[in-house]
């Protein structure tokens, strides 16, 4: 029996989803943040998107968040000129960078020491986590305002995207190594350490190049214009969305279109794989974001495969299901279950 | 051209979302290991607290605890049992100030399905539910 995708709708945010980020795979699984323009970035449970907290304090929209790796820190970037740094576990602001324009992102090292950040001044900046009142290191050279900025190379170099060029930077030297230029604007940025591949969108091509020597390895074109791209880790597989509202995913190595979704009410801003490729999350203009699972129709999460054999041998109808279809069924669905009895016997644990 | 009948992937429930009233980050959440110690009521250096004083604190943190698992219900499949090895299951919408009557929806009786209901609580022995 064909199972056909079923998207996880996490709502919340007021205003478009700009950005989000997984953290790694921790002793208490792995979380997602979220940037919104609501000002408002908030932290969910990874596999189930249930919400954990919302980040208080910022005065602007929240266009950049990033989670450290084991998601005890948590970073923003936010239209107010500051970057916030905070504590993941108790929604706590730790402190304060005070920036001269907009900050877009921020980026922790491996160790969590240290934060890279950088925005509309054109400049990354180099915080060092552990004294946050000394000034930070500074390194100019982009000509537009900077979108991305990511550490890669083990926290050795540093990759930075403006409007049209990505730039590799020498973090002992703070000096530029080397530049890409596109004749096209760069939407998003993605760095994959296992294989030091750089994924980078513009326009409908999804382009993967080396993320030591900046040399192209392959490129995909989407049938619209992409937002965001994200590489599996076990590198099977991407995941791109843009504005047709639709998320595409591909084979990595034959380019082949494998699925497609619509879901989204609006423009895809930004998708991510999770740490263990079993989900990937995006997040819209129309303010929410959906986990989407890799392997349609496998247990994972809130998803759960139910097989045939239960019930009066009828044709596998769900015990709790949600037709793919808009938001507002959803919620109709889950309120006036009428006709539905929920099973007795197996485990309903998430 | 034959489109392929495909049935959507169920789901246990939906992502829980922001509960409206609080920034979130529950002190007793999964990672409460995590947070640092702080101690919880800075105790005066008092010798001997009465009896009668210690019984209060208790009765009103059980009660505390009991109106914060009311709250937790709200919204959840609740399954009450009542008089006579009655079963039933519910969605728990409010308790009254009393707790006198729970409002319910979608009240799954042997008899069908009601829409909407009030529960006295004298009828009911015990419920449970998963949060």
Known sequence: ?350 | MQTPVTIPVPVLRLPRGPDGFSRGFAPDGRRAPLRPEVPEIQECPIAQESLEFQEQRARAALRERYLRSLLAMVGRQVSFTLHEGVRVAAHFGATDLDVANFYVSQLQTPIGVQAEALLRCSDIISYTFKP
């Open chain 1, 1 to 350: 029996m064909a199972m056909r995708q079923t998207p996880l709708t996490c709502s919340g945010h007021t205003r478009p989803v700009v950005d989000l980020a997984f953290s790694g795979i921790t002793p208490y699984g792995y979380f997602l943040i979220s940037a919104c323009k609501d000002g408002k970035p908030m932290l969910r449970q990874g596999d189930t998107g249930d919400w954990i907290g919302t980040f208080l304090g910022h005065k602007g929209a929240v266009w950049g968040a990033t989670l450290n790796k084991d998601a005890t820190k948590a970073a923003t970037a936010a239209a107010d000129f500051t970057a916030k740094v905070w504590d993941a576990v108790s929604g706590d602001e730790l402190m304060t960078l005070a920036h001269k324009h907009i900050v877009k992102t921020v980026d922790f090292t491996q160790d969590s020491n240290s934060l890279l950040t950088g925005g509309q001044d054109k400049l990354l900046r180099i915080y060092d986590l552990n004294k946050p009142e000394a000034e930070p290191k500074e390194i100019s050279g982009h000509t537009s305002g900077i979108k991305k900025a990511l550490w890669c190379s083990e926290d050795k170099q540093i990759l930075s995207a403006d409007d049209k060029t990505v730039r590799l930077w020498d973090h002992a030297t703070m000096t530029e190594v080397k530049s890409l230029n596109f004749n096209m604007s760069v939407s998003s940025m993605e760095y994959i350490p296992e294989g030091e591949i750089l994924v980078i969108t513009y326009g409908r091509s999804i382009a993967f190049h080396s993320a030591v020597s900046l040399d192209p390895i392959k490129s995909f074109e989407a049938p619209a214009t992409i937002n965001s791209a994200s590489l599996h880790p076990e590198k099977e597989f991407l995941v791109a969305g843009g504005e047709d509202f639709k998320l595409y995913k591909y084979d990595y190595n034959s380019g082949e279109e494998l699925e497609s979704y619509k879901g989204h009410f609006g423009p895809i801003h930004c998708v991510r794989f999770s740490p263990d490729g079993e989900l990937y999350a995006s997040g819209s203009e129309d303010g929410t974001l959906r986990l989407w699972q890799t392997v349609v129709g496998k247990t994972y999460g809130l998803w759960k495969c139910v097989l045939p054999e239960e019930d009066s041998g009828e044709l596998a109808k769900p015990k709790i299901g949600f037709p793919e279809t808009t938001e507002e069924e959803i919620e109709e669905i889950a309120s006036e279950n009428s006709d539905c009895i929920y099973p007795s016997a197996p485990d309903v644990k998430a």
